[in-house]
């Protein structure tokens, strides 16, 4: 009879007895923190696709009624018209959130940009996030329907030269 020195070494058995326990521990830990959280948070994105510009909003559920709210917007103009944007002084853009009705008190707030670029295939791209509680997307009784308006300004001449829209999402925010 021979010895196969390939065969696997087998751990003692009271070492696996020890471990099996910790592994499904670690297993129960996990699937628990994910059970959490998941019920916490539920987001809602929709985008115009437009070929000249495309502009998303994003409302998403963080946790402790509040929501982070966010939008983007790819400008498709030369990356030269983008950059001239950007080296102006001030943000070239202005976005508020609106409730989707247009009564005269819809606009529910501002958000900041948080990030600005140029490219040759964006154009001028930028993204702008908020997180704010659930009640300032509270727009009227029933269902909400928010908007994002966005600005573009040429902020040399201080004339406004764009304005987009993004698709209303439709929600219940406390």
């Known amino acids: ?40 948070a539920s987001a809602v994105q929709s985008c115009t696709g437009a070929r000249d510009s495309n502009v998303c909003l994003r409302i998403e559920g963080v946790g402790n009624g509040q929501y982070a709210v966010h939008v983007g917007i790819d400008y498709h103009i030369s990356r030269a018209d983008a950059q001239e944007y ?15 009705d247009n009564g005269p008190n819809e606009f529910l707030f501002a958000l900041p940009m948080t990030a ?8 001028l791209a930028a993204d702008f996030d908020l997180t704010v509680p659930g009640g ?12 994002a308006v966005l600005t573009l300004t040429d902020t040399d001449t201080n ?16």
């Open 1 to 40: 009879m021979s010895i196969d020195e390939t065969a696997v070494h087998a751990p003692p058995h009271g070492r696996t007895r020890r471990r099996l326990p910790r592994a499904l521990l670690a297993v129960a830990m996990t699937l628990g923190i994910v059970g959490v959280t998941a019920g916490t």
């Open 159 to 174: 004339t406004v030269t764009r304005t987009f829209n993004s698709p209303v999402i439709t929600g219940n925010w406390p």
């Open 136 to 147: 300032w997307l509270n727009e009227d009784n029933g269902t909400d329907e928010i908007v």
């Open 116 to 123: 600005i670029g140029a490219s040759d295939e964006a154009g």
């Open 86 to 100: 950007i080296d102006d002084f001030g943000d070239p853009f202005t976005v508020w959130i609106r409730g989707y």
